[in-house]
C-alpha cells in the first residue's frame, strides 16, 4: 500500500481497527488485498471509484433518506473498498446467528402460544403487552413448519477487544439482503482479480436456499407453489432492493392491492385472472397488513389476510406478530431464556442492555448516564439514540425527566466504542462501522449467508451508522479457506411442470402501468418532435413561416403541449418563446414535457422488476436529459435532441429487449392508442385551415409526424394534400400513419382479448378500420376537394374519440382491480 495512504490513515487506541493491527501491519486476512492496493496508482484507484459511482447511476440503485430533497432519486452510497473477514471467524459468525434465529423463532411460538415465558417470569410481561408490535389477533396462530421468523438480520458491531455484539435485531421483514447483493455484483466487477483469487465466498447460495425454504414450507397442496414479494410500493425507502429482490428471486412484485383473500385463500389478481399465492415474502409493517383486523385505514394490506393465515392456507414470511422481538429491551433476558428453550448458552452476546422498567435497572442508568447510550424501549417510538456522554446541562436534566416519567418506555445500552473500517476518499480515511447478516429458514433449519452488509458513518468521528442518517455501504468479503464453486439460482434440470408460458403471473396493476408507460414515452416523443418544430421556426422572419408557425401553435395547444390561449385581456402576454421553453422545463405544467417524463418515470418504476437494466438505464438517461438549465432557444434544441435520442432509445429496447408476453402488448397498447390520438389530433388542425394556409403547413406536420424523410424519398416534390394524407392517415405500411395504429390495435386487442379470455372490443375499432379501407382518395383530385377534406376531418376526429373510448375500454375489462383509472388521459 502506498506509504502516503497508511501515514494518514490513523490507528485509534479505544478502537479495534477492521484492516490494521495495533503495529499498524496489514491483518493476515487484509495483507494480500493490502499488498494489491499497495502497487496501484491513484488514478486506477480513482477509476474504480468511478465505476463504483457510475454503476450506481447507471443501475439506478436509490435508497430514499425522509426529508431528502433528492426522495426517491437519492443515489445508494457504497464505498468501493470491501470490507474483508476471516474464514475461521466467519465460522463463529455464522453458528451464533443460526443460533439466535432460532432461538427468536423459539420465543415468537411461545408468545404467540403458550406463553410459558411470561409465566415463568423469564420475560417481563410489560414488555411484551406494553407495546405496539405484539399482535393480539395472531395470537393462536400456528406458521407452516412452525416457522415464525423465515427471514432475520442482525445488526453487529465489534468492540475494542475484536469480540462482535449483537447490538439489534430485525425480525419483522429485514431489508439490506438486496443491497448486499447489489454490492457483491458492483465491487466484485471493480476488483475483479482480487475477488477471483482471495477466495470469496459467493452468495447465490443463500438466495437459493431462501427459494428453496419457501417452495418447501408453504402449504402448496399438491400445486406448483407461487410467492410473491409484498412491497408498500415505490415510495418506500428500499423499494429499489424489494424489485431487485424479486426480479433476482424470480417472484412477482406485488402491492396489497394486487392481491384479494376469498375462501381463507390468498389470490393473485393476474391478467388471466385469480392464480393462488402459496407463500408472501413481506416488506411491509405489520400494522399495515390487513386492515379487517390490524390497523383500519391500511390501503397497503390484504383485507382478511389473517384469516388466510389462520387457516394455514400461505405462509407469511416473516409471521404477523414478529416485530414484537425488535425491542433492544429484551437483551438482558435472552441468555436465560436461550438456556432454557434450546438448553445451550447464548453464543453471540447481545450488547449490555438495562430496562428502565425495572427499578434496579433504572437506578443503574441513572448512576452511569456518561458511559451509556439511550434509546426507545419499543420500535414504534420515534426517538434517535442519545449518548449519555453528550448530555450537558439542561439537555440532561429533561432526559432524567423523560425517563423518570416513563421509565418503561427507555432502554439503556453500552456505549460500545465500534471498530473503524478504511474507505476510500480520495485517500484512505476510518469511519465507525458495523455489519448486518442475514439468516433464513430452511426445512433442515438456519443458513446464513456468507457475507453482510456493511455499514459505515458518513463522516470520520460520528458513531451513528444508520443509512438513514447518511451512513455508506460496503461489501462484505468473506474468504475462504479454498478456491470456492460458483454457485447460481438456476435449478440444474429442469421438468415439465416448470415450464411457465409467459406472462401467467402479471399482476393486473403491472399490466397498467406497462400500458401507461407506452402511452407516456409516446407523447414525450411527439410532444419533444412538436417543439423542436415550433422552436426552429420561432426567429425566422419569412412572412410563410411566421403563418404555418400560427398552425403549429394551434396544434400544440389542441393537443395540449401548450397551455390555452388566455382569455383575461388584463394578463401580461407571455412571449412565444419563453411558452416553448416552459413546455419543455416546467414539471408543473400540464402536458409540458418535464411532466410526462415524471409521469413515464413513474408507471416505469412500478414495474421496475419487468425492465432489464438497459433498458432501465435508458429511462434514467431520458430522465435526466433536462437536468441542466434550459433558458435560451439554442439550450432548449440541444435538451431537445436529447431527449429525442433518449426516445427513441426506448422504443428500441421496447421493440427488441422485451418477451412478447401480456405485459409487452399492453405497453404496446399503449403507444398505439397514444400516437393514434396524436396524429388525428395533429393532421385535423391543416384538414380546418383555408387552403393557401394549408399548403404551409404540411412541412411542419410531416415533420412532427416523423415522416418528412420518407415523404421526400418517395416523392421529391414539396408536400402537397394528396401524398401527405396518403402517407400520414391510409398508409398501412408507415408506422407513423393514422392507418397502421389502426391495424396493430386490432391485431393486439384480438388476441389479448383471446388469450385472456375478455371479449374483443370490436365495435370501437373495426369501423374504424372499414372507414379508412372503403375511403375514396379520388375525392382529393377533384377541382373542389373541400368536401373530401370535410369528411377526411370527421374520419380523424372520430379516430381521435375512439383513442379515448378504447383507452377507458382497456382500463375497464383488464385493471378492475383499481377503484379509479390511476392516471388520466389527455384531452385533445
Keep these: 500500500m502506498p506509504a502516503s495512504l497508511i501515514a494518514t490513515y490513523p490507528l485509534i487506541a479505544d478502537r479495534y481497527d477492521e484492516m490494521l493491527a495495533t503495529r499498524g501491519d496489514a491483518r493476515p486476512h487484509w495483507q494480500a488485498f493490502a499488498e494489491r492496493l499497495e502497487h496501484a496508482p491513484d488514478d486506477v484507484l480513482k477509476r474504480r471509484a468511478e465505476f463504483v459511482r457510475d454503476a450506481i447511476e447507471s443501475d439506478g440503485v436509490t435508497y430514499n433518506v425522509y426529508a431528502d430533497p433528492k426522495g426517491t432519486k437519492r443515489p445508494w452510497e457504497l464505498d468501493m473498498l470491501p470490507l474483508l473477514?476471516?474464514?475461521?471467524?466467519?465460522?463463529?459468525?455464522?453458528?451464533?446467528?443460526?443460533?439466535?434465529?432460532?432461538?427468536?423463532?423459539?420465543?415468537?411460538?411461545?408468545?404467540?402460544?403458550?406463553?410459558?415465558?411470561?409465566?415463568?417470569?423469564?420475560?417481563?410481561?410489560?414488555?411484551?403487552?406494553?407495546?405496539?408490535?405484539?399482535?393480539?389477533?395472531?395470537?393462536g396462530t400456528v406458521p407452516p413448519g412452525n416457522v415464525w421468523l423465515f427471514s432475520y438480520g442482525a445488526d453487529l458491531a465489534r468492540a475494542p477487544d475484536g469480540r462482535f455484539w449483537v447490538i439489534a435485531d430485525r425480525t419483522q421483514g429485514p431489508s439490506g439482503a438486496g443491497y448486499a447483493l447489489q454490492n457483491r455484483i458492483i465491487v466484485s466487477r471493480a476488483f475483479p482479480d482480487a475477488f477471483r483469487e482471495l477466495h470469496v465466498q459467493p452468495l447465490a447460495s443463500f438466495f437459493r436456499a431462501m427459494q428453496d425454504g419457501l417452495a418447501r414450507l408453504a402449504p402448496a397442496d399438491g400445486d406448483v407453489p407461487l410467492t410473491v414479494l409484498l412491497t408498500p410500493g415505490p415510495y418506500n425507502e428500499t423499494y429499489f432492493e424489494h424489485a431487485f429482490l424479486a426480479r433476482y428471486l424470480g417472484f412477482p412484485l406485488v402491492e396489497g392491492q394486487d392481491l384479494t383473500v376469498r375462501d381463507d385463500t390468498v389470490y393473485l389478481k393476474t391478467l388471466r385472472g385469480l392464480r393462488r399465492v402459496h407463500a408472501i415474502l413481506r416488506r411491509l409493517d405489520d400494522d399495515f397488513c390487513d386492515p379487517l383486523e390490524l390497523r383500519a385505514d391500511s390501503a397497503l394490506g390484504i383485507p382478511g389476510l389473517l384469516g388466510a393465515i389462520r387457516a394455514g392456507r400461505v405462509l407469511m414470511a416473516n409471521a404477523i406478530g414478529s416485530g414484537v422481538l425488535e425491542s433492544g429491551a429484551i437483551f438482558g433476558f435472552l441468555p436465560a431464556i436461550c438456556e432454557r428453550l434450546l438448553g445451550e448458552p447464548l453464543a453471540m452476546p447481545s450488547v449490555a442492555s438495562w430496562w428502565c422498567g425495572e427499578p434496579p435497572a433504572l437506578e443503574y442508568v441513572l448512576e452511569h448516564l456518561d458511559e451509556l447510550v439511550i434509546k426507545p424501549a419499543f420500535p414504534s417510538m420515534r426517538m434517535e439514540a442519545v449518548f449519555g456522554h453528550q448530555l450537558k446541562g439542561e439537555a440532561r436534566k429533561t432526559m432524567i425527566e423523560r425517563i423518570l416519567k416513563q421509565p418503561h418506555a427507555y432502554v439503556a445500552q453500552e456505549w460500545v466504542r465500534l471498530s473503524q473500517a478504511p474507505v476510500?476518499?480520495?485517500?484512505?480515511?476510518?469511519?465507525?462501522?458495523?455489519?448486518?447478516?442475514?439468516?433464513?429458514?430452511?426445512?433442515?433449519?438456519?443458513?446464513?449467508?456468507?457475507?453482510?452488509?456493511?455499514?459505515?458513518?458518513?463522516?470520520?468521528?460520528?458513531?451513528?451508522?444508520?443509512?438513514?442518517?447518511?451512513?455508506?455501504?460496503?461489501?462484505?468479503?468473506?474468504?475462504?479457506?479454498?478456491?470456492?464453486?460458483?454457485?447460481?439460482?438456476?435449478?440444474?434440470?429442469?421438468?415439465?411442470?416448470?415450464?411457465?408460458?409467459?406472462?401467467?403471473?402479471?399482476?393486473?396493476?403491472?399490466?397498467?402501468n406497462l400500458f401507461w408507460m407506452g402511452r407516456y414515452a409516446e407523447r414525450c416523443e411527439a410532444s419533444a418532435r412538436m417543439l423542436r418544430a415550433a422552436l426552429t421556426r420561432v426567429a425566422s422572419t419569412d412572412p410563410e413561416t411566421e403563418q404555418s408557425l400560427a398552425g403549429l401553435v394551434l396544434a400544440a395547444r389542441r393537443l395540449g403541449v401548450l397551455s390555452a390561449e388566455r382569455e383575461d385581456e388584463d394578463e401580461e402576454p407571455v412571449a412565444l418563446e419563453d411558452e416553448l421553453v416552459a413546455?419543455?422545463?416546467?414539471?408543473?405544467?400540464?402536458?409540458?414535457?418535464?411532466?410526462?417524463?415524471?409521469?413515464?418515470?413513474?408507471?416505469?418504476s412500478q414495474v421496475r422488476e419487468r425492465l432489464s437494466s438497459d433498458n432501465w438505464h435508458a429511462l434514467n438517461r431520458l430522465e435526466q436529459q433536462l437536468s441542466e438549465p434550459v433558458q435560451t432557444t439554442d439550450q432548449a434544441l440541444s435538451a431537445l435532441d436529447r431527449v429525442m435520442q433518449s426516445c427513441i432509445a426506448l422504443a428500441g429496447y421496447a421493440m427488441d429487449d422485451m418477451t412478447r408476453d401480456e405485459g409487452w402488448r399492453f405497453l404496446i397498447l399503449g403507444r398505439r392508442i397514444e400516437r393514434m390520438?396524436?396524429?388525428?389530433?395533429?393532421?385535423?388542425?391543416?384538414?380546418?385551415?383555408?387552403?393557401?394556409?394549408?399548403?404551409?403547413?404540411?412541412?411542419?406536420?410531416?415533420?412532427?409526424?416523423?415522416?418528412?424523410?420518407?415523404?421526400?424519398?418517395?416523392?421529391?416534390?414539396?408536400?402537397?394534400?394528396?401524398?401527405?394524407?396518403?402517407?400520414?392517415?391510409?398508409?398501412?405500411?408507415?408506422?407513423?400513419?393514422?392507418?397502421?395504429?389502426?391495424?396493430?390495435?386490432?391485431?393486439?386487442?384480438?388476441?389479448?382479448?383471446?388469450?385472456?379470455?375478455?371479449?374483443?372490443?370490436?365495435?370501437?375499432?373495426?369501423?374504424?378500420?372499414?372507414r379508412l379501407e372503403d375511403f375514396d382518395l379520388t375525392r382529393f383530385e377533384a377541382e373542389d376537394c373541400e368536401l373530401a377534406i370535410r369528411t377526411l376531418r370527421t374520419l380523424l376526429n372520430d379516430a381521435l374519440e375512439a383513442a379515448g373510448n378504447l383507452s377507458d375500454e382497456v382500463h375497464r375489462r383488464f385493471f378492475t382491480h383499481t377503484v379509479r383509472p390511476m392516471h388520466l388521459r389527455r384531452v385533445a
Aim: proline share 8%; with cysteine; hydrophobic share 45%.
Design 677 to 770: 390520438a396524436g396524429l388525428s389530433g395533429l393532421i385535423s388542425v391543416p384538414m380546418e385551415a383555408p387552403a393557401e394556409a394549408r399548403e404551409r403547413m404540411f412541412e411542419w406536420m410531416l415533420e412532427v409526424a416523423n415522416s418528412i424523410v420518407t415523404y421526400r424519398a418517395r416523392y421529391r416534390r414539396v408536400p402537397e394534400l394528396l401524398p401527405v394524407v396518403h402517407l400520414l392517415v391510409f398508409d398501412t405500411a408507415n408506422p407513423h400513419a393514422v392507418g397502421f395504429q389502426v391495424e396493430i390495435l386490432q391485431r393486439y386487442l384480438a388476441r389479448t382479448a383471446r388469450e385472456l379470455g375478455h371479449p374483443y372490443p370490436s365495435l370501437m375499432i373495426d369501423p374504424l378500420a372499414r
Design 85 to 139: 473477514v476471516s474464514a475461521d471467524e466467519w465460522k463463529g459468525i455464522a453458528g451464533a446467528i443460526s443460533q439466535r434465529a432460532r432461538l427468536l423463532n423459539a420465543i415468537l411460538a411461545d408468545l404467540y402460544g403458550p406463553q410459558t415465558l411470561l409465566a415463568e417470569g423469564l420475560l417481563p410481561p410489560a414488555l411484551v403487552f406494553g407495546q405496539h408490535g405484539f399482535k393480539w389477533p395472531a395470537r
Design 583 to 604: 413546455a419543455l422545463t416546467d414539471p408543473t405544467q400540464p402536458g409540458s414535457v418535464a411532466a410526462n417524463l415524471r409521469a413515464l418515470a413513474f408507471s416505469a
Design 424 to 512: 476510500w476518499n480520495h485517500r484512505l480515511t476510518p469511519r465507525s462501522m458495523g455489519m448486518r447478516v442475514f439468516a433464513t429458514a430452511t426445512p433442515e433449519g438456519y443458513t446464513v449467508m456468507p457475507g453482510a452488509l456493511g455499514r459505515v458513518a458518513p463522516r470520520p468521528g460520528m458513531e451513528v451508522i444508520s443509512m438513514q442518517r447518511g451512513g455508506l455501504s460496503k461489501d462484505t468479503w468473506v474468504r475462504a479457506e479454498a478456491p470456492v464453486v460458483r454457485t447460481s439460482l438456476l435449478k440444474r434440470r429442469l421438468g415439465v411442470i416448470d415450464l411457465v408460458c409467459g406472462g401467467s403471473d402479471i399482476p393486473s396493476r403491472v399490466g397498467e
